[in-house]
């Protein structure tokens, strides 16, 4: 594509007409008139239609992708139950098994928009298959989509036997972030230790940090204060995630208030899964029951980086998910409350920009001038209106080339009223 006409973007009225040379943005125009253009070789026509920087999925489990119910299914549907079924798929696991569900999975998002994906990939097993699958694809497909791969110690980085050994393998190996469990880890003694050794490695490697931090609804859960603390001594917060932290929505609030503080000067980023966290938390309690998912609006309006991922697509811990980000979205803004005008025209920032923060990405992401020409286009003309009506992705560009169109559903029958 060399230009897009009549393209509507975030936060602006007017309609824009937007150049690409080489796979860059080389003008972003605003247009006084509607353009009507001959539809000639690489100009596309917006119709009014939101452009928009493509979807990020900052946290999915693509190595468990698509085994809901392989060898058994999650009856009780806790997070604990979830780890126990993995266990006895993760036996099963080969090259050409994972690579099958990976590609079907990456399409699924892909179809729907997103062009950047953070994906955790469990340690916590001897052959280090879906590490090593996960990276290998990452490379294969790095000209198509944006891959980092988490180096997961799902059973415990300190707890599971050779744990430690196996994370180091598959930081050799290649793993872009350094993940942990430190709720899950035996005794917080071993947690709190799992934390440092996060931190040790991500800095002796020279990764990014992404941590399963505090999923459960044990109030008595804090390793979210020390992943933040030791981020802020060791100036690294930028490239550190504290995923779920679902405990945060059962802290008091006097301590959460506290805890705020050190939140905001560390600098670390935030992912919620609201999906998933409304699905496997709250299962311990009987009338009245928690939502299980942390504090997105009080993140947000204290100005700490907060983004949104599905976490599973039909897994063992969640057997439903699809790809759409716009449904995690619509969750998160009805389950945290986010319903106010201000929140609506915003939202799409906790799919794109918030996301894209997380990951570290920023400088190639974004509809600007000099950078890579990747972008959305959107049904709807604003945040409000796209998530309204749940407006469908039409298209995805991918720094110049398209690699996604989609033709809306329409209503064939003649008017009703
Ligand atoms: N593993 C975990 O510890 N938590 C999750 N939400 C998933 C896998 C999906
Ligand atoms: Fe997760």
Known sequence: MKELINARLRGKKELHRIKIINGKFTSIDVQHDYLDLPQHDGVFDAKGKLACAPFVEPHIHLDAALTAGEPNWNNSGTLFEGIERWGERKPMLNEEDIRNRVYQTLELLVENGVQHVRTHADTTDPSLIGVKTLCAIRDELKDKINIQ????????????????????????????????????????????????????????????????????????????????????????????????????????????????????????????????????QG?????????????????????INVCLGEDSIFDPWYSLGNGKLLRTLDFALHICQMMGYQDFSTALSLITDNSAKTLCIEDVYGIEVGKPASFILLDGEDDYSVLRKQGEVLLSVKEGQTIMQREPAKVVTGKYF
């Not at 917060?237 to 609030?253: E, I, K, L, P, W």
């Not at 299962?283 to 100005?303: C, I, M, Q, S, W």
């Open 149 to 280: 791969v988490v180096a997961f110690p799902q059973d415990g980085l300190l707890s599971y036997e050779g744990g430690l050994d196996l994370m180091i393998e598959a930081l050799e190996i290649g793993a872009d972030v350094v993940g942990g469990i430190p709720h899950f880890e035996y005794t917080r003694e071993l947690g709190e230790a799992s934390v440092k050794k996060i931190i040790e490695l991500a800095q002796k490697y020279d990764r990014l940090i992404d941590v399963h931090c505090d999923e459960t609804d044990d109030a008595n859960s804090r390793f979210l204060e020390l992943l933040a603390c030791e981020a802020l001594f060791n100036k690294m917060g930028h490239r550190v995630t504290a995923s779920h932290t679902t405990a945060m929505h059962s802290y008091d609030n006097a301590y959460c208030s506290k805890l705020f503080r050190l939140l905001k000067n560390s600098g670390i980023n935030f992912v919620s899964c609201p999906t998933e966290s409304i699905h496997l």
């Open 283 to 303: 299962r311990f309690d009987t009338y009245p029951k928690r939502r299980g998912v942390t504090r997105v609006k009080e993140l947000n309006a204290a100005g």
